[in-house]
């Protein structure tokens, strides 16, 4: 935990534009949900015990998921690593809305570094939170409005789209050159040189996203969708149990 404090105090900036990012996320998602209940003549509450509680333990299997990543050398440096703590997020929001999904991933995160700190000037814990809601988010919007097999699917084919698109362009343009920079990395020719050590075609930062780190975007998402797919239906009424009657499964 001291390590944590000491690692805040340094990037504090970082961390208050990270705190920034988490709200904005959090108001489209409360606004999404709002839309979607205006439309159905329905209205939520955005928290209830039923929630709360699923948001817990969803939050606490995420964590143990994130914890247990794992890096593929023969797609992207080491640094680079892959886990699947999305798909209770993904579950989760599936069953409650955008809104819970959010909060397991605004909460994963920081159970995360709570236990295990950050090795990567929190640009690891940004990358993860935001590419994360760029898999949920858009997955939820068309599942609110598609209550249906198909709106489920349609959503997951939206999310992975926008979680390899903007995914992999928000590395290229922020992600990177702001780990190159907190990291205190000479400069990115350092990342550049070791994606080429894994595949001879990356040699520059264009290179590096299309050949590196969309393929593990890609990979991820498509995985956590198919995954969420296969057991989501079962899970459903275990999940929802108690939770509006009206809203379908």
């Known amino acids: 935990m001291n390590g944590l404090v000491k690692s805040v105090t340094e990037n504090v900036v970082f961390v208050l534009q990270f705190l920034g990012v988490i709200v904005a996320l959090f108001l489209v998602a409360v606004l999404i949900q709002r839309f979607a209940d205006k439309k159905r003549g329905t209205k939520r509450k955005l928290l209830n015990t039923r929630m709360i509680a699923v948001v817990g333990m969803f939050s606490a299997i995420a964590t143990v998921l994130h914890i247990l990543d794992f890096p593929l050398p023969f797609l992207a440096p080491e640094f680079y690593k892959v886990d699947f703590s999305e798909l209770p997020v993904m579950i989760g929001t599936f069953a409650f809305g955008p809104v819970a999904g959010v909060l397991i991933e605004f909460c994963k995160i920081l159970l995360k570094l709570m236990i295990k700190g950050t090795s990567t000037a929190f640009v690891g814990d940004l990358a993860n939170f935001v590419i994360g809601c760029s898999l949920l988010i858009p997955a939820s919007m068309v599942y609110e409005f598609v209550k249906s097999k198909k709106g489920a699917i349609g959503g997951c084919i939206a999310g992975i789209v926008s979680m390899t698109v ?22 990115i020719d350092t990342i550049i040189e070791m994606g080429k050590a894994v595949n001879p075609a990356i040699t520059n930062l264009t290179t590096f996203v299309c050949f590196a780190v969309a393929p593990l975007n890609l990979l991820k998402a498509t995985v956590i969708s198919l995954i969420t797919m296969m057991i989501y239906k079962p899970l459903s009424p275990i999940i929802k149990e108690g939770h509006i009657s009206s809203q379908k499964k």
């Not at 903007?166 to 990177?176: A, E, K, P, R, V």
């Open 166 to 187: 903007f995914g992999s362009m928000f590395n290229g343009i922020y992600l990177i050159p702001k780990f190159v920079e907190l990291y205190g990395l000479p400069s």
